[in-house]
């Protein structure tokens, strides 16, 4: 059974990449100088593709603990309506209603902390973006003339520069929170302190 899994895992993965993106195909089919070709296969591609993984992972994640979130607290409801006479059974009862309450609450505060499904929604935005733009460059053209390839940069250049603005005003706010509830646990112990 176990290399019926593999074989199937390893089957759909050759599949995945033998099939050539479309979007690829493209970049390789238009006569391009070769400052501009460096650009499309390594800039404007890793970049698109980063974006794409990156929105594909982060929906996934936010999936599975949404679901993991909706199974925990599905339980621990049925186990907290659950009133059965026998020693054994309650006891259990209360040991994984308590377990996955705690499990419950930490899955909440992850999905709730981390926020996987907004930043799964954005980085599919700055990748849809850059497919549209591609496209819209490169609408029936063999050839992209010098003006439409600088702004075309420009733009893409704006698309990544926004995502990183992001990053950095995250982190930011991350690391002001992080300060000032260390600040508050200084102050919170230093008044204990003083009191002793």
């Not at 992209?144 to 600088?150: F, G, K, M, R, V």
């Amino acid at each position: 059974m176990r290399n019926a899994i593999t074989n199937f895992r390893l089957d759909r993965s050759k599949k995945q990449k033998s099939k050539p993106d479309k979007l690829w195909l493209t970049i390789q089919s238009l006569e391009l100088t070769p400052e501009q070709r460096r650009f499309f296969e390594n800039r404007f591609w890793d970049q698109y593709n980063w974006f794409s993984k990156k929105a594909t992972q982060n929906q996934k994640r936010g999936n599975k603990l949404g679901i993991g979130i909706l199974i925990a607290n599905t339980f621990v409801t049925s186990f907290a309506a659950f009133n059965i006479g026998i020693t054994g059974a309650i006891k259990f009862i209360n040991i994984s209603t308590f377990t996955l309450s705690i499990c419950s609450t930490i899955t909440t505060q992850v999905h709730k902390r981390y926020n996987f499904d907004q930043m799964g929604d954005e980085y599919r935005v700055a990748s849809e973006t850059l497919k549209s733009m591609f496209w819209q460059l490169a609408a029936n053209k063999n050839y992209i003339p010098e003006a439409d390839y600088l702004d075309f940069v420009t733009k893409v250049e704006g698309v990544i520069q926004g995502d990183l603005q992001k990053f950095i005003v995250a982190q930011t706010k991350q690391n002001e929170e992080q300060l000032q509830a260390q600040e508050r646990r200084q102050q919170a112990s230093g008044k204990g302190f003083l009191r002793g």
